[in-house]
């Protein structure tokens, strides 16, 4: 008797672990789910942003210029947008470009012959409260003083400040998507470009498999 007992408790703890495992992937499953739909329901808002009937002014980050320097897309983007930048940026791709790194040389180029602007900011320290610090505080007071119509953002603190500040704040793969929808961009040039964004590991891997698959059917 004891030792079927003991074996009824056995089965049940495995009955209750395997419960469990189930329930911990269903969790994992749902929340998956949940980002890829709310992701996704971020980028099309952003992408609603746009007038493409006139040409917008767009001031971005550091991070968003570099990725879409890599993906060859910042090309596409100079010939329908005005694609600004703040001084203290400038002065980061001028020390990137001393170590050599190639990116820079390619967005100083852009800078040198007036396809890129610097322009100058009027700081607005009260930002500091929302902890947006040198890059990150020019580029929002540059959109707050309303020198530009969007920002062009990866940046996690520029985009939770977003709502508080009321700040139109573009993603680089919806930046990408608005491209290819408004046919600025091939369909394979979109596609290369979301695979390279894919590889620099810096968004979710759903949100890229979505917007692979809207410009595969669109």
Not at 77 to 84: E, K, M, S, W
Not at 105 to 113: P, S
């Given at each position: 008797?004891?030792?079927?007992?003991?074996?009824?408790?056995?089965?049940?703890?495995?009955?209750k672990?395997?419960?469990?495992i189930?329930?911990?992937?269903?969790?994992?499953?749902?929340?998956?789910?949940?980002?890829?739909?709310?992701?996704?329901k971020?980028?099309?808002?952003?992408?609603?942003?746009?007038?493409?009937?006139?040409r917008?002014?767009?001031?971005?980050?550091?991070?968003?210029?570099?990725?879409?320097?890599?993906?060859?897309?910042?090309?596409?983007?100079?010939?329908f947008?005005n694609?600004?930048?703040?001084?203290?940026?400038a002065?980061?791709i001028?020390?990137?470009?001393?170590?050599?790194?190639?990116?820079?040389?390619?967005?100083?180029n852009?800078?040198?012959?007036?396809?890129?602007?610097?322009?100058?900011?009027?700081?607005?320290?009260?930002?500091?409260?929302?902890?947006?610090?040198?890059?990150?505080?020019?580029?929002?007071?540059?959109?707050?003083?309303?020198?530009?119509?969007f920002?062009?953002s990866?940046?996690?603190?520029?985009?939770t400040?977003?709502?508080?500040?009321?700040l139109?704040?573009?993603?680089?793969?919806?930046?990408?998507?608005?491209?290819?929808?408004?046919k600025?961009?091939?369909?394979?040039h979109?596609?290369?470009?979301?695979i390279?964004?894919?590889?620099?590991?810096?968004?979710?891997?759903?949100?890229?498999?979505?917007?692979?698959?809207?410009v595969k059917?669109?």
């Amino acid at each position: 008797m004891a030792n079927l007992r003991a074996l009824f408790d056995i089965l049940k703890r495995k009955d209750k672990d395997e419960s469990r495992i189930e329930s911990n992937k269903n969790k994992k499953a749902e929340i998956k789910a949940n980002v890829e739909d709310e992701g996704m329901k971020e980028i099309e808002g952003e992408v609603k942003y746009f007038d493409n009937k006139i040409r917008s002014k767009i001031c971005i980050d550091g991070i968003a210029l570099l990725l879409l320097t890599k993906t060859g897309i910042i090309e596409d983007a100079i010939n329908f947008y005005n694609v600004v930048i703040t001084p203290l940026l400038a002065d980061e791709i001028e020390r990137q470009k001393k170590d050599n790194e190639p990116e820079a040389h390619i967005i100083l180029n852009l800078i040198n012959t007036g396809k890129i602007s610097v322009e100058k900011v009027y700081q607005n320290k009260e930002l500091k409260q929302y902890g947006l610090y040198d890059v990150e505080l020019e580029i929002v007071s540059h959109f707050l003083n309303g020198n530009c119509n969007f920002i062009l953002s990866d940046d996690a603190l520029i985009r939770t400040n977003r709502e508080i500040l009321k700040l139109k704040v573009i993603s680089t793969p919806a930046f990408v998507l608005n491209l290819f929808v408004q046919k600025m961009i091939t369909r394979e040039h979109a596609i290369d470009a979301y695979i390279i964004l894919r590889s620099e590991k810096w968004f979710n891997d759903c949100i890229i498999d979505e917007c692979i698959r809207r410009v595969k059917s669109g």
